[in-house]
């Protein structure tokens, strides 16, 4: 299965953290190029966060830059993304995806913030609601 799997979202007060994660199919090497993107009622799907081969293929949005860290534990092959200092503007569902196997080994393909676009292995997504 090569749809990855989401968790961790959950309700909570402006300014709170939350930690969500993407498990993902450790045979492929898709799991090497993973983005987080959210969708609120009536917008479009943007790209937050996203992690690709070596230390330094790191990148955010400006939206959630300073207060989003993406991070990954290979052995599990699960991808995180921790979420403080939450704002109610990041209410929405968030979706972890990956790459195709041969886009993963394309540095063009490895777009900061994310590209929807690009991405071709999708999960559920889970909810993330902040209120005031």
């Known amino acids: 299965q090569a749809q990855p799997v989401e968790s961790g979202g959950g309700s909570v007060q402006a300014g709170g953290s939350l930690r969500l994660s993407c498990s993902l199919n450790?045979?492929?090497?898709?799991?090497?190029?993973v983005g987080w993107f959210r969708q609120a009622a009536g917008k479009a799907r943007e790209g937050v966060a996203a992690i690709y081969p070596g230390d330094a293929n790191i990148g955010y949005s400006d939206s959630v830059k300073g207060r989003f860290t993406i991070s990954r534990d290979l052995s599990k092959s699960t991808v995180y993304l921790e979420m403080n200092n939450l704002k109610t503007e990041d209410t929405g569902m968030y979706y972890c995806?990956?790459?195709?196997?041969?886009?993963?080994?394309?540095?063009?393909?490895?777009?900061?913030?994310?590209?929807?676009?690009?991405?071709?292995?999708w999960g559920q997504g889970t909810q993330v609601t902040v209120s005031t």
């Open positions: 995806a990956a790459l195709g196997e041969g886009d993963c080994h394309e540095p063009s393909m490895w777009t900061i913030p994310p590209e929807p676009r690009f991405f071709v292995y």
């Open positions: 450790r045979y492929t090497r898709s799991r090497n190029c």
